[in-house]
């Protein structure tokens, strides 16, 4: 089955830049998209198609790609910006949806 | 604005068949441009897709529920509904329905995407 690969946390101070990669198999021939969820709450969409940002989601949060490689970034981190972010993609006939398994952001 | 809101029980007892609908409000579900679909969350683990639906009412499922899933489409109540049979603990969850965009380019062709989410529903497997 097709799996994206995310690291499990991230930690940053206040200010500073946080990225976030998600790695898979198609990335280099399919979008991948990020999404933010907070405690208790929906997932909200945070980019798509690699690297659009939807709107009234913050300048501060990029997307780029890489080959296999996607990276979400998040510069000037502000306190609300900690959350879990989860990478989506879809497999190569676009019919099945998979999701990264998460990364936890931490704001020190 | 869109919104969607999942209804159903909270508790369902093991092998039974869980049940959800998903209202869409702000906007009609016939629209070519997108598809509904389903996706849950265990308590404190990740996201995982379910299934989708198209107006017209072709699916696609996750082949590692295919089995016992099931969705459906109402346009004239411009609702889906979720069925997912013989229960087991492991199917306790937080269930989201959600839109997803369907686009298409000449880079990549189809893609899909989920641009509006419902606030989710817990739901519980127990005896």
């Known amino acids: 089955s097709y799996e994206l690969t995310q690291p499990p946390s991230v930690s940053v101070s206040p200010g500073q830049t946080a990225r976030i990669t998600c790695s898979g198999d198609?990335?280099?021939?399919?979008?991948a998209y990020w999404y933010q969820q907070k405690p208790g709450q929906a997932p909200v969409l945070v980019m798509y198609?690699?690297?659009e940002r939807p709107s009234g989601i913050p300048e501060r949060f990029s997307g780029s790609s890489s080959g296999t490689t996607v990276t979400l970034t998040i510069r000037g981190v502000q306190a609300e910006d900690e959350a879990d972010y989860y990478c989506?993609?879809?497999?190569?006939?676009?019919?099945?949806?998979?999701f990264g398994a998460g990364t936890k952001v931490t704001v020190l | 604005q869109l919104q969607l809101q999942e209804s159903g029980p909270g508790l369902v007892k093991p092998s039974e068949t869980l049940s959800l609908t998903c209202s869409v409000s702000?906007?009609?579900?016939?629209?070519?441009?997108?598809?509904w679909g389903w996706i849950r969350q265990p308590p404190g683990k990740g996201l995982e897709w379910i299934g989708s639906?198209?107006?017209?009412?072709?699916?696609y499922y996750n082949p590692s529920l295919k089995s016992r899933v099931t969705i459906s489409v109402d346009t004239s109540w411009n609702q889906f509904s979720l069925n997912l049979r013989s229960v087991t603990a492991a199917d306790t969850a937080v269930y989201y329905c959600?839109?997803?965009?369907?686009?298409?380019?000449?880079?990549?062709?189809?893609?899909?995407?989920?641009?509006?989410w419902g606030k989710g529903t817990t739901v519980a497997v127990s005896s």
């Open positions: 639906i198209y107006y017209s009412g072709s699916t």
């Open positions: 198609a990335l280099a021939e399919l979008y």
């Open positions: 959600a839109r997803h965009v369907r686009g298409y380019d000449l880079t990549y062709g189809y893609y899909y995407y989920m641009d509006v």
């Open positions: 198609k690699d690297t």
């Open positions: 989506q993609s879809t497999d190569r006939s676009a019919t099945y949806h998979v």
């Open positions: 702000g906007g009609s579900i016939s629209s070519s441009s997108y598809y």
